[in-house]
Nanobody, 126 residues
Framework: QVQLVESGGGLVQAGGSLRLSCAAS????????MGWFRQAPGKEREFVAA????????LYADSVKGRFTISRDNAKNTVWLQMNRLKPEDTAVYYC???????????????????WGQGTQVTVSS
């Protein structure tokens, strides 16, 4: 069982930066692959970024590649999403998620993840 709590969201101007954190409870955090997803009003939940349990591999949506960076520290039970050069279209509720033994090809699929946080709002003004 893993419980996830996101933080770090807020209101920022276009071009600015935010760093989201996802703190996990449970001793098995280091065995989980982690993902960030987002959902804007009236839209489906979409994949943003993911990182393997070891931190050795990462994956990004094309829309955030080069602007966002996902990282993790298994000793701290935490995964981060550094978001730079934010755009108004990045406005959404951001969720972190944990899943076990997800293949690289499947890491973009929200239904592959077993545990979800409550989400944190990110609003980018133009």
């Amino acid at each position: 069982q893993v419980q996830l709590v996101e933080s770090g969201g807020g209101l920022v101007q276009a071009g600015g930066s935010l760093r989201l954190s996802c703190a996990a409870s449970g001793r098995t955090f280091s065995s989980y692959d982690m993902g960030w997803f987002r959902q804007a009003p009236g839209k489906e939940r979409e994949f943003v970024a993911a990182i393997r349990w070891s931190g050795g591999s990462t994956l990004y949506a094309d829309s955030v590649k080069g602007r966002f960076t996902i990282s993790r520290d298994n000793a701290k039970n935490t995964v981060w999403l550094q978001m730079n050069r934010l755009k108004p279209e990045d406005t959404a509720v951001y969720y972190c998620a944990a899943g076990a033994k997800i293949t690289i090809a499947a890491m973009t699929r929200h239904y592959e993840y077993d545990y979800w946080g409550q989400g944190t709002q990110v609003t980018v003004s133009s």
